[in-house]
């Protein structure tokens, strides 16, 4: 499975962005998706997530509110909407595919099998 995301870049405090996650998996539609988030020095954190049918998701405190975990099982695609950005979201940020048919979303790094190459963002003070 290839995943291949976009939409990164450099916004100001209280901006906007979306990202994009496309994958190359066939059956798509059947399994949970994730974005974690990686800061320089930091480790890895878990950001949100979502079923397969998009009907439940799962946020970090830190974004409940701000960013929308959503996807499009046509497009093989899952979004990530990140509103009133703030300097301590910036980090290079990844989409995650769980090899588990029908396997609920969750916020576990181990649960996923494969990921993206990562897109940066920064929020700017």
């Known amino acids: 499975v290839q995943l291949v995301e976009s939409g990164g870049g450099l916004v100001q405090a209280g901006g906007s962005l979306r990202l994009s996650c496309a994958a190359s998996e066939r059956t798509f539609s059947e399994y949970a998706m994730d974005w974690f988030r990686q800061a320089l020095g930091k480790e890895r954190e878990f950001v949100a997530a979502i079923t397969w049918s998009g009907g439940d998701t799962l946020y970090a405190d830190s974004v409940k509110g701000r960013f929308t975990i959503s996807r499009d099982n046509a497009k093989n695609t899952v979004y990530l909407q990140m509103n009133s950005l703030k300097p301590e979201d910036t980090a290079v940020y990844y989409c995650?595919?769980?090899?588990?048919?029908?396997?609920?979303?969750?916020?576990?790094?181990?649960?996923?099998?494969?990921w993206g190459q990562g897109t940066q963002v920064t929020v700017s003070s």
């Open positions: 995650a595919f769980r090899r588990l048919p029908w396997g609920s979303a969750t916020k576990y790094d181990y649960d996923y099998t494969y």
